[in-house]
Antibody
Framework: QLQLQESGPGLVEPSETLSLTCTVSGDSISNNNYYWGWIRQSPGKGLEWIGSLYSGYTFYNPSLKSRVTISADTSKNHFSLKATSVTAADTAMYFC??????????????WGQGTQVIVSS | QSALTQPPSASGSPGQSVTISCTGTSSDIGDYNYVSWYQHHPGKAPKLMIYEVKKRPSGVPDRFSASKSGNTASLTVSGLQAEDDAVYYCSSYSGSSDNNYVVFGGGTKLTVL
């Protein structure tokens, strides 16, 4: 059974860099059979796609593209999210998820339970 | 990049049917059959309920159905059950000459009365 688990600091100071990791078990992210993505949910708001990763290629939400980087460490079977210059607007529950095929339009069929990140001094 | 528009809330009694709408534009829902719906119980991982407008993944009850007309997609839950009480999100692929991305709706809280 595929499982995804997000991890990272729950508190980040404004203007600093947010770093999260998604550890995948039950499948290898290097198989290149799927896209792997990050989604967030800000307080009182809906879901927001941050970006996705596939075989070394990355795809980002245009509104976040200048500040985010998604990368993979296949030796550890995990992929990561970094967001620079964070503000209170980046306070959110962050989810990692798998897209069920090899295109940006593929639905997210497996999700982690999410990790809460608060941006505050 | 505007989010898809969903009503904030919907409700129905057990056994009834409820339909949730999701309105986009001609750049997303109107132009592509890549609409998905997700069920989210707080504290749990979101669950894929519908993909490619009306397809159900294995294990999703056929009480859940969906469709699309123009720029609006809809999710119908028939024979409401207590466990259907959750937040439902729609999403769509959005494509243009210089931007290709995924857009979500703001979510609809479905209450089973």
């Amino acid at each position: 059974q595929l499982q995804l688990q997000e991890s990272g600091p729950g508190l980040v100071e404004p203007s600093e860099t947010l770093s999260l990791t998604c550890t995948v078990s039950g499948d290898s992210i290097s198989n290149n059979n799927y896209y792997w993505g990050w989604i967030r949910q800000s307080p009182g708001k809906g879901l927001e796609w941050i970006g996705s990763l596939y075989s070394g290629y990355t795809f980002y939400n245009p509104s976040l593209k200048s500040r985010v980087t998604i990368s993979a460490d296949t030796s550890k079977n995990h992929f990561s999210l970094k967001a620079t210059s964070v503000t209170a607007a980046d306070t959110a529950m962050y989810f990692c998820a798998r897209q069920r095929c090899t295109s940006i339009y593929c639905p997210f069929d497996y999700w982690g339970q999410g990790t809460q990140v608060i941006v505050s001094s | 990049q505007s989010a898809l528009t969903q009503p904030p809330s919907a409700s129905g009694s057990p056994g009834q049917s409820v339909t949730i709408s999701c309105t986009g534009t001609s750049s997303d829902i109107g132009d592509y059959n890549y609409v998905s719906w997700y069920q989210h119980h707080p504290g749990k991982a979101p669950k894929l309920m519908i993909y490619e407008v009306k397809k159900r993944p294995s294990g999703v009850p056929d009480r859940f159905s969906a469709s699309k007309s123009g720029n609006t997609a809809s999710l119908t839950v028939s024979g409401l059950q207590a466990e259907d009480d959750a937040v439902y999100y729609c999403s769509s692929y959005s494509g243009s000459s210089d931007n290709n991305y995924v857009v979500f709706g703001g979510g609809t809280k479905l209450t089973v009365l």
